[in-house]
């Protein structure tokens, strides 16, 4: 089986970690590596203030919700271009938490 990007999702995956690269919050990186999942906290910072500022950066670029057509703010991905955004997003994606619904 082959597991290597195909010229499409490695073009999706170079504009992700681009625009990733340029935009996230890299100042909370260190603090978001060391945190473990469900436990995300930011000294000198609050947590929902930080999420919710890369959510609304996220979503003015589109990308946040990935699947969704583009018609509606997001880019009409593929699951596996959504599975590369989360590989690229890395970190960052524990911004996430503090939305997800259990």
């Known amino acids: 089986m082959n597991f290597d990007d195909t010229p499409q999702e490695a073009a999706f995956r170079a504009e992700a ?9 890299k100042q909370y990186e260190d603090e978001l590596r060391k ?7 930011l ?5 929902l203030e930080v999420a919710k500022a890369w959510q609304k950066k996220k979503a003015d670029a589109g990308w946040a919700c990935l699947h969704w057509p583009k018609e509606y703010g997001g880019r009409g991905a593929t699951p ?13 994606g524990k911004l996430t938490q503090p939305f997800q619904i259990g």
């Open 80 to 92: 596996i271009e959504k599975v590369i955004w989360q590989q690229e997003e890395g970190v960052y």
């Open 35 to 41: 945190a473990s999942l469900g436990r995300v906290g």
């Open 17 to 25: 970690k681009a625009w990733i690269g340029a935009n996230a919050p």
């Open 43 to 47: 000294k000198g910072a609050n947590i």
